[in-house]
């Protein structure tokens, strides 16, 4: 053990910010009613696990101890221990829950309910209901600032992005998107927020502050239809200084310059990629592809695509460990 | 307060609500008429010699048509581009990439078609149900009803409503069907890419 971890410590020396510690990486697989577990150093399969019907939305508490999973037909969300894959507990979740945003702290959890128009909030130590509040038609997408004061929604149907006080748990203001809105990435310092739309085939970029978009990030692939890009996942870097768009159908994820907002490449992954997640250095980014059945590994650095691993049946999200305390 | 951003929803939502399922188009899944070359392929983009090669090649097209088919396995396909790709160049290899994505396509659209008909079919069934249920509210209330005629009016909506509900318990699979050539011709597109040369 001492002499892997000196073997560590020296690769790490003569590779400076290379190789990451091994993180568990953790994939839904919607139609496999299981959770895939990878390895972010090996990229080998560590293992599948049942977890239920319909799994989608997946996050991890960030002491890394608790691992979340909307279980869309269960109407619950089950609470794993991420080193084992035992079952802890469930939380109440309302029904159909597809999406949610744990508050920076790790608690509470913001849970979006497609069929109720609602957004559940639930204590993930007591295991209580918080407050269901009611938004617009179909919520989705779930943001959190990282001061965790304001909570976005995006609702599918209603094409709004919806910013909820987390204090009063009332919205405070709602912003017009572009059609279908899925998902809501905040960057790490709070000034920008990104919110994708799937058919409007746009991602739109909300000045949190003034609740005002000030860019609209357009996606052109030669060979590629129009109706054939549809953005759903977000992810930017901790230093904002990229932005990575999953295109669906396009099979390809967008690479945006963070300052700019212009896309600078396109990288072909596999087929009908939805959701994104960085390993905690960032030097790697995981892209799940629903109908080839794998995840895409992204060289953040090298913004290129450098491995495919098959996993369960239409893989849906994706999240990976933070580093061991 | 609440209550006025619920309303402003609710007048916002209207328009819109039929971005997904519509009477066209029963599936969730976003229709998209084509599928795209460019989400398929990373090589040289096909332009209108490879289009012509595809189609006097007959090397090119003869192999296209069998790989189309659903019945050639994977390994089977595997086989037969590998011997393919042995002795051909680039530009024909992409001209067969071509050959087959037109081919797949053209079955996924006319695939498509039959669910819009499909869909279509479900939501006449639908629309005489609601006929039926209303002519026999209209014989019922009658000052002296005729029961036979309600009795028939009911049996031919059970009839209906059997036949719509086993046809709605088909429609996820039904949905899936373009999925599915959509993978095969992905899966066909890897293989034929995987033996062009380095760029």
Same mark, same amino acid.
């Given at each position: 053990?001492?002499?892997?971890?000196?073997?560590?410590?020296?690769?790490?020396?003569?590779l400076?910010?290379?190789?990451?510690?091994?993180?568990?990486?953790?994939?839904t697989?919607?139609?496999?009613?299981?959770?895939?577990?990878?390895?972010?150093?090996?990229?080998?399969?560590?293992?599948?696990?049942?977890?239920?019907?319909?799994?989608?939305?997946?996050?991890?508490?960030?002491?890394?101890?608790?691992?979340?999973?909307?279980?869309?037909?269960?109407?619950?969300?089950?609470?794993?221990?991420?080193?084992?894959?035992?079952?802890?507990?469930?939380?109440?979740?309302?029904?159909?829950?597809?999406?949610?945003?744990?508050h920076p702290?790790?608690?509470?959890?913001?849970?979006?309910?497609?069929?109720?128009?609602?957004?559940?909030?639930?204590?993930?130590?007591?295991?209580?209901?918080?407050a269901?509040?009611?938004?617009?038609?179909?919520?989705?997408?779930?943001?959190v600032?990282?001061?965790?004061?304001?909570?976005?929604?995006?609702?599918?149907?209603?094409?709004?992005?919806?910013?909820?006080?987390?204090?009063?748990?009332?919205?405070?203001?709602?912003?017009?998107?572009?059609?279908?809105?899925?998902?809501?990435? &905040? +960057?790490? !310092?709070?000034?920008? =927020?990104?919110?994708?739309?799937?058919?409007?085939?746009? $991602? @739109? *970029? /909300? %000045?949190? #502050?003034?609740?005002?978009?000030?860019?609209?990030?357009r996606?052109?692939?030669?060979?590629?239809?129009?109706?054939?890009?549809?953005?759903?996942?977000?992810?930017?870097?901790?230093?904002?200084?990229?932005?990575?768009?999953?295109?669906?159908?396009?099979?390809?994820?967008?690479?945006?310059?963070?300052?700019?907002?212009?896309?600078?490449?396109?990288l072909?992954?596999?087929?009908?990629?939805w959701?994104?997640? &960085? +390993?905690? !250095?960032?030097?790697? =980014?995981?892209?799940?592809?629903?109908?080839?059945?794998? $995840? @895409? *590994? /992204? %060289?953040? #650095?090298?913004?290129?695509?450098?491995?495919?691993?098959?996993?369960?049946?239409?893989?849906?999200?994706?999240?990976?460990?933070?580093?061991?305390? | 307060?609440?209550?006025?951003?619920?309303?402003?929803?609710?007048?916002?939502?209207?328009?819109?609500?039929?971005?997904?399922?519509?009477?066209?188009?029963?599936?969730?899944?976003?229709?998209?008429?084509?599928?795209?070359?460019?989400?398929?392929?990373?090589?040289?983009?096909?332009?209108?010699?490879?289009?012509?090669?595809?189609?006097?090649?007959?090397?090119?097209?003869t192999?296209?048509?069998?790989?189309?088919?659903?019945?050639?396995?994977?390994?089977?396909?595997?086989?037969?581009?590998?011997?393919f790709?042995?002795?051909?160049d680039?530009?024909?290899?992409?001209?067969?990439?071509?050959g087959?994505?037109?081919?797949?396509?053209?079955?996924?659209?006319?695939?498509?078609?039959?669910?819009?008909?499909?869909?279509?079919?479900?939501a006449?069934?639908?629309?005489?149900?609601?006929?039926?249920?209303?002519?026999?509210?209209?014989?019922?209330?009658?000052?002296?009803?005729?029961?036979?005629?309600?009795?028939?009016?009911?049996?031919?909506?059970?009839?209906?409503?059997?036949?719509?509900?086993?046809?709605?318990h088909?429609?996820?699979?039904?949905?899936?069907?373009?999925?599915?050539?959509?993978?095969?011709?992905?899966?066909?597109?890897?293989?034929?890419?995987?033996?062009?040369?380095?760029?």
């Open positions: 053990m001492l002499r892997r971890s000196l073997t560590a410590a020296c690769a790490l020396l003569l400076g910010p290379g190789p990451a510690l091994a993180n568990r990486v953790f994939v697989n919607e139609k496999g009613n299981d959770v895939t577990v990878l390895d972010s150093e090996t990229l080998e399969v560590i293992g599948t696990y049942p977890v239920g019907a319909r799994p989608r939305g997946i996050t991890i508490s960030p002491d890394g101890s608790e691992l979340y999973v909307c279980v869309s037909d269960e109407d619950t969300v089950k609470v794993y221990d991420p080193e084992s894959m035992e079952e802890l507990h469930r939380l109440p979740s309302g029904p159909d829950p597809e999406l949610f945003v744990l702290s790790g608690n509470p959890l913001y849970i979006a309910n497609e069929d109720d128009n609602l957004v559940t909030v639930v204590d993930t130590e007591t295991h209580q209901l918080l269901e509040i009611p938004v617009g038609v179909e919520p989705e997408g779930m943001g600032s990282p001061d965790g004061k304001v909570v976005v929604n995006t609702s599918e149907t209603t094409n709004m992005a919806h910013f909820i006080d987390t204090d009063t748990h009332q919205i405070v203001a709602n912003v017009l998107v572009d059609q279908r809105p899925r998902f809501a990435e &905040f +960057t790490a !310092d709070g000034t920008k =927020l990104y919110v994708s739309a799937e058919i409007g085939g746009t $991602v @739109s *970029v /909300i %000045d949190p #502050a003034t609740k005002e978009i000030t860019d609209t990030i996606f052109e692939i030669p060979g590629v239809l129009p109706e054939a890009i549809q953005p759903v996942g977000v992810r930017a870097t901790k230093d904002g200084s990229t932005v990575f768009v999953a295109l669906g159908p396009a099979n390809r994820v967008a690479v945006v310059d963070g300052v700019t907002d212009e896309v600078v490449d396109y072909l992954v596999g087929q009908r990629v959701q994104m997640g &960085f +390993t905690p !250095d960032e030097s790697l =980014l995981f892209t799940t592809n629903g109908n080839s059945n794998d $995840v @895409s *590994v /992204i %060289d953040v #650095a090298r913004r290129e695509v450098v491995k495919s691993i098959q996993v369960g049946e239409q893989p849906w999200g994706v999240v990976v460990a933070p580093d061991k305390q | 307060m609440r209550a006025v951003i619920a309303l402003a929803i609710g007048l916002l939502a209207t328009p819109v609500m039929g971005a997904q399922a519509t009477r066209d188009w029963p599936c969730v899944q976003v229709r998209q008429p084509h599928l795209s070359v460019g989400s398929m392929w990373t090589g040289p983009l096909p332009d209108e010699a490879t289009a012509a090669l595809a189609r006097q090649d007959r090397e090119v097209a192999l296209a048509d069998r790989l189309a088919q659903r019945r050639t396995t994977p390994q089977e396909a595997e086989g037969l581009v590998a011997d790709a042995a002795t051909a680039a530009a024909r290899l992409t001209a067969l990439f071509q087959v994505f037109d081919r797949i396509d053209a079955e996924r659209t006319t695939l498509m078609d039959g669910i819009a008909r499909f869909g279509a079919g479900q006449g069934l639908a629309a005489e149900m609601e006929t039926r249920r209303a002519r026999m509210q209209e014989l019922e209330a009658a000052a002296s009803p005729d029961f036979d005629a309600i009795d028939a009016e009911e049996a031919a909506l059970d009839w209906d409503r059997r036949i719509f509900e086993e046809r709605q088909m429609l996820t699979a039904v949905c899936e069907s373009p999925v599915l050539l959509e993978k095969r011709l992905y899966e066909l597109s890897r293989m034929i890419q995987s033996h062009l040369p380095p760029e």
